[in-house]
C-alpha cells in the first residue's frame, strides 16, 4: 500500500479543495480521509502539493505511439488518452492494410502496424501501452480505406450494410465509438445518410460519436447544423472535436455557434464539445485543398496535380477557401532531409524565399514529399479561446500528434498550460474547474468507470504536482520541453513518473 500524506486534495468532480490523505491499495484508491495512520504504507510526503486525478487526454492521436509507453503525456500528468479521433484509427484493418497505414499514418505517425480488428488494438494496448490507460474511437475515414480505399462519394447498399457491420464489430470487440473527419478525404464525400447509418450502430451500442466537422471556418454554422441533425435522426450523443472558429473573418461566428449548440442541448441533444488551451491547431497541409482532389489517394493526387490545367482549378479553390492568411501556417513536418530546413517557416516565407505564390508553394511542397507535410495554423483569437475554454460544455483536450520535424507544443504542455498558464497566473478558471475539465468531466462524458476521481474504489490514477509552480515549457519553436511543477504520476497505483 502506499501513503500520499498531507496533501491538498482536488477530487475531479468541482468541487473544493480538502486536505486529506489518500491510501492506494493495488489498482485501487481504498480510503481518502483528512488523516490515516497505515503501519504498513509506503508513506509519501505530500505536504505543500496538490493531488488530483490523473489526467484524461480525451481527445489524442498517439494511437500507435501509445505502444511505445513515451513519457511525454505522464510527465503532465495523464493516465488515460482516448484515441481514434477525426476518423484516424489503428483499426480495422482491409485487403490491403499497406493502404490503411498510408491514410492514418498521415495522423498518427506510426511507421508499419497492422491491427486487424479492434480487439487486437485493443490486446495490444493492454499488453504493451505501460504508461496509460488507453480507449479508442473507431474512425469512418480508416473504416472507409479499409473497405473501398480512397474512394469518395456514397457507397452502394452492399458496402454500405460492410461499413456499418464493421463498425458495429469494433465497438463489440472494445472501440468506445465512433469518429468522423469530415473535412479528410475521404470522410469529406460522405453523404449524410451513411453518416446515420453509421451513428445509429453508436446509438444501438450505447456508444460515443465525435466528430471533426465539415468546416471551423466560412462553414461553421452550417456544419454545426448538419451535426445536431445527425444526433436527432440517429439519436447519439454528439461530441464536437477541438471546437473553434477558425480565421479573423470567422471569429464573430463563435459567438452564435456557442448559442446554436446551447439551444440544441436545450432542445433535447445531448451535445458537448472539447478545445485545447492554444491560439494554433495543428494537422496535415493538404487539409488546404478541396479534398476532391486527392480522390484515390496521394499517388492519383500526384498523377491529377500534373495536369496544368487541373493544378490551377486546385489552386484557385485553395486560395478562396484559405480561413487564415499565408503567414498564419508554419510547417512543422516534412519527410525528406532536403526540406528539413524548412521546418518552422511560414508559408509566406517559403514563398518569398523561392520566388513563388504562396498557393503554388504549397503545391510544390506537397509534390516534393509526396503530400507528408504538416503544419501549424494560427486560427483563433484570445477572447474566443477564453470563452471556450471556461464554457460548462468544455473539455480540454491536448489534439496532439506527433511528427516528423517539430510538433505543436501542446503534445507536450497542455495540461500544464492549462493549470499553470489559465488557471493560476490568468484566473480564466480555479483550478478545482481546470482539473475537473480534464479528469470527472471527461470520465463522465465518455462513461470511463472508476476513472477520473480520488475516491475510495476509483481506480489509483492520480497526478501530485507543485500548484505554485506548475507551467509548460514547450513553445512553438522548441517543443519537446517537460513541463516544469509535475511531481509524481501513478497509473492504477503504480507509479509511472516521478520528478
Same mark, same amino acid.
Given at each position: 500500500m502506499i501513503l500520499l500524506k498531507g496533501g491538498r486534495v482536488i477530487d475531479g468532480s468541482g468541487s473544493a479543495a480538502c486536505m486529506a490523505d489518500v491510501l492506494i491499495d493495488g489498482a485501487n484508491i481504498k480510503a481518502v480521509e483528512p488523516s490515516l495512520q497505515v503501519a504498513d504504507a509506503l508513506q509519501v510526503d505530500c505536504t505543500g502539493l496538490t493531488v488530483t486525478p490523473g489526467f484524461i487526454d480525451a481527445h489524442s492521436h498517439s494511437d500507435v505511439k501509445v505502444l511505445e509507453s513515451r513519457l511525454d503525456k505522464p510527465r503532465q500528468g495523464v493516465t488515460t488518452e482516448i484515441v481514434g479521433n477525426c476518423g484516424f484509427s489503428a483499426f480495422p484493418g482491409g485487403p490491403d492494410h499497406s493502404a490503411v497505414c498510408d491514410y492514418a499514418n498521415g495522423i498518427l505517425c506510426g511507421g508499419a502496424w497492422h491491427f486487424h480488428q479492434a480487439a487486437d488494438y485493443v490486446e495490444s494496448v493492454r499488453s504493451q501501452a505501460t504508461a496509460a490507460n488507453v480507449y479508442s474511437l473507431t474512425g469512418h475515414g480508416t473504416l472507409r480505406v479499409a473497405h473501398t480505399g480512397m474512394r469518395q462519394g456514397a457507397l452502394d447498399a452492399r458496402e454500405l450494410d460492410a461499413l456499418a457491420d464493421a463498425l458495429d464489430e469494433a465497438i463489440g470487440g472494445g472501440s468506445i465509438g465512433f469518429s468522423t473527419g469530415l473535412m479528410y478525404a475521404p470522410g469529406s464525400g460522405a453523404p449524410f445518410e451513411e453518416l446515420v447509418r453509421c451513428c445509429s450502430v453508436v446509438t444501438r451500442r450505447d456508444s460515443n460519436y465525435c466528430t471533426h466537422m465539415r468546416s471551423y471556418s466560412w462553414d461553421l454554422l452550417d456544419s454545426l447544423e448538419e451535426q445536431f441533425r445527425l444526433a436527432r435522426a440517429a439519436g447519439c450523443r454528439l461530441q464536437i472535436s477541438h471546437f473553434q472558429a477558425v480565421g479573423r473573418a470567422n471569429w464573430e461566428k463563435q459567438a452564435q455557434a456557442l448559442e446554436r449548440i446551447e439551444e440544441a442541448r436545450h432542445s433535447g441533444v445531448d451535445v458537448e464539445f472539447d478545445c485545447y488551451p492554444y491560439l494554433a491547431g495543428s494537422t496535415v497541409l493538404q487539409q488546404l485543398l478541396p479534398q476532391a482532389a486527392l480522390e484515390g489517394g496521394a499517388a492519383s493526387f500526384l498523377a491529377r496535380i500534373a495536369n496544368a490545367a487541373t493544378r490551377r482549378d486546385i489552386a484557385r479553390e485553395a486560395e478562396a477557401m484559405l480561413a487564415q492568411t499565408w503567414d498564419d501556417i508554419m510547417i512543422s513536418g516534412v519527410a525528406s532531409a532536403a526540406n528539413q530546413p524548412l521546418v518552422g517557416m511560414t508559408i509566406a516565407e517559403i514563398a518569398k524565399q523561392r520566388g513563388t505564390a504562396p498557393v503554388e508553394t504549397v503545391i510544390d511542397l506537397l509534390i516534393e514529399e509526396e503530400t507528408d507535410v504538416k503544419m501549424i495554423s494560427f486560427n483563433q483569437s484570445e477572447e474566443n479561446l477564453r470563452v471556450t475554454l471556461t464554457h460548462p460544455l468544455a473539455? @480540454? @483536450?491536448? #489534439?496532439?500528434?506527433? =511528427?516528423?520535424? &517539430? $510538433?505543436? $507544443? &501542446?503534445?507536450?504542455?497542455?495540461? $500544464?498550460e492549462l493549470l499553470g498558464k489559465y488557471a493560476r497566473d490568468r484566473q480564466w478558471m480555479t483550478l478545482e474547474e481546470a482539473v475537473h475539465k480534464v479528469t470527472g468531466k471527461p470520465a463522465a462524458r465518455f462513461r470511463l468507470k472508476g476513472r477520473g476521481a480520488i475516491a475510495p474504489g476509483a481506480f489509483a490514477d @492520480?497526478? =501530485?504536482? #507543485?500548484?505554485?509552480? @506548475?507551467?509548460?515549457r514547450s513553445t512553438y519553436s522548441d517543443p519537446e520541453q517537460p513541463s516544469a511543477g509535475m511531481v509524481q504520476v501513478f497509473r492504477e497505483g503504480r507509479e509511472i513518473f516521478h520528478a
Open positions: 473539455t @480540454i @483536450i491536448s #489534439d496532439g500528434f506527433y =511528427v516528423h520535424g &517539430r $510538433p505543436h $507544443p &501542446r503534445l507536450f504542455g497542455t495540461f $500544464p @492520480i497526478a =501530485v504536482f #507543485d500548484a505554485a509552480t @506548475i507551467a509548460a
